[in-house]
């Protein structure tokens, strides 16, 4: 009976990863690039020991896949979020499997398939978080393994040690690495100090902190200026904000699959009760890997708008526990065959997910027009989150026939650059409209608006007085070159107008504009200096 239910087990588990894969692949290869995995393109593209908002792992793994950009479609540039999506679910099924038995690791697996932040976020589109979340699993498998041990022999010291390389790959993914750290000392001051007596313990802070090396350089030769800009971002005066708390709350919820978030309160309350059959030092470790990152993140949005995703790892080990609540669950009932390995409690969250994606996929690709505001044709769109993946490629086919048009009459030459305000959607333009013609994007703009284009900018060579620029300003993130560059340029002169067309009618319009004789007066962002782009 039991081998027969292993089986189903194993059985259930490939399809998942079958299924879950192939969506993820259609997702892929259907779907425009997101601002965000469009941005950490450029992390690929202008590699560095740092960057200024992230650490540069994202940009490494897209290199890896990519073969180093040879293949730059939207598939090759996402493709190591699925291969680390089949690792994930097999290292969370591991460790089910390991903490109580083979239906918890399975009821983990589909947990963590079923979260949004997990599967899609994180597990579909290409972010730091894609890395982080991998590296973290990793983390938390050999931590769960070793921590508890009080008698440590030295295979738990190489298993501690491997753990703390894992946790120094999330930190160089992403600097909420360093709420793993933060677990493990919690744990071992409250409930295992023999590890301050055991040499690998202060080995693997060495180990971990090898890989903060390159952040450290990296700022060190930039005024900690990552360390600033994410110090600035979370800084506020103190003013309670409830709107912001129930914004931040209402995102985990949906962030992690509404019927996750319940299973996983049902699960802690069980714990709280005793009722949960679980050995306290794995729970213990399950939490601490949890709680420090969602308190931080949790209390910063009481006084300040935060990211619901930046407290996402706090909910992957709380997942491993709600599969334990799970499997208990399925066990009591005992259901027959498979019903069993496939409750339909376990059901519900994965055909939630499933049918959101089915439903955002048609919205974003065949929603007739826009659901945003259409009141004003420099705002037309405006609002309306599905055009986020959506038009760039009728963008670029539109404003090639535009320069070629203006390479024609003389009125702009075949190497002036097109400029932005902002790193968005001027990292859209820079992928889809500049990269296929060969020219460069130049983003000038204030240091927070513009990131890594501080530095791109002078690889590229910065604009120099009495040359000429495009700029190109998209009605659902409208930026007037008017208001931005007026005193930048001798003329600025509206070219063209680019209707984006969904399902036979209008979703938003592009705006062209010839940017005539650069003054050579623009600030420079670093604030250091009159030095001008």
């Known amino acids: 009976m039991i081998n027969e239910q292993n089986r189903d087990i194993k059985k259930t588990l490939l399809l998942l990863i079958l299924v879950s894969t ?3 692949v259609f997702i892929a290869a259907t779907l425009e690039l997101s601002v965000d995995e469009v941005y950490y393109w450029l992390y690929a593209l202008y590699p560095d020991w740092s960057h200024f908002d992230h650490p540069p792992m994202v940009g490494l793994v897209i290199q890896f896949f990519s073969l180093n950009l040879l293949f730059e479609n939207e598939f090759a540039l996402r493709l190591g979020a699925i291969v680390f999506s089949i690792i994930n679910t097999l290292v969370i099924f591991s460790i089910g499997k390991r903490i109580k038995n083979p239906l918890t690791g399975l009821y983990a697996a589909f947990l963590l398939n079923a979260s949004i932040y997990c599967s899609v976020l994180a597990g579909n589109f290409i972010i730091p978080d894609t890395p982080q979340l991998l590296f973290w699993l990793l983390s938390l498998k050999y931590l769960l393994r070793t921590l508890p041990q009080k008698t440590i022999s030295k295979q738990n010291s190489k298993e501690f040690l491997l753990a703390c390389l894992f946790i120094g790959l999330a930190i160089l993914s992403k600097y909420h690495g360093v709420f793993i750290w933060a677990g493990v000392g919690l744990y071992v001051l409250l409930y295992n100090r023999n590890w301050f007596r055991i040499p690998a313990f202060y080995l693997g802070m060495i180990i971990s902190a090898i890989f903060i090396a390159p952040i450290v350089v990296w700022n060190i030769q930039n005024d900690w200026i990552s360390f600033t800009f994410h110090g600035d971002r979370v800084a506020n ?34 714990y709280y009760k005793n009722k949960l059959k679980i050995e306290s030092a794995i729970a213990r470790i399950l939490l601490l ?26 909910f992957t080990s709380l997942i491993i526990l709600a599969a334990v609540y799970l499997s208990e669950k399925s066990e009591l009932q005992n259901f027959p065959g ?27 690709n065949y929603y007739p027009g826009t659901f945003g505001k259409q009141e004003s044709v420099s705002k037309y769109g405006d609002t309306d989150f599905t055009l986020d993946m959506y038009g760039w490629n009728q963008i670029s086919a539109g404003f090639e026939e535009i320069a070629k048009k203006d390479l024609i009459d003389g009125s702009m030459a075949s190497d002036d650059p097109i400029i932005s305000p902002k790193y968005f959607p001027g990292t859209e333009i820079d992928y889809y409209v500049a990269r296929p013609l060969g020219k460069k994007v130049l983003v000038m703009g204030s240091l927070p608006n513009i990131h890594k284009y501080a530095w791109i ?5 910065p604009l120099k007085e009495g040359e000429d620029a495009y700029m190109i300003s998209t009605s659902n993130w409208y930026k007037d070159p008017f208001e931005n560059y007026a005193h930048n340029f001798e003329e600025i002169i509206p070219s063209d107008t680019i209707a984006i067309h ?23 962002p670093f604030l250091k200096s009159e030095t001008s782009f």
């Open 338 to 364: 498979f019903k069993h390995v496939f409750p339909k409690i376990i059901r519900a969250p994965i055909f939630l997910l499933y049918s959101l994606l089915f439903i955002a996929w048609i919205l974003i």
């Open 22 to 24: 192939l969506i993820r």
């Open 457 to 461: 900018n002078i690889y590229r060579a």
């Open 502 to 524: 969904r399902s036979g009618k209008i979703a938003y319009y592009a705006f062209v504009y010839q940017m005539k004789g650069y003054k050579g007066n623009y600030p420079d």
């Open 237 to 270: 005066s103190l003013v309670l904000r409830p709107d912001y708390l129930f914004t931040e709350l209402f995102g985990q919820i949906a962030y992690n699959n509404p019927i996750n978030y319940v299973i996983i309160i049902i699960s802690l309350i069980a």
């Open 289 to 314: 890997n949890s709680l420090p990152i969602w308190i931080v993140f949790t209390s910063f949005s009481f006084f300040r708008q935060t990211l619901p995703h930046w407290s996402g790892p706090a």
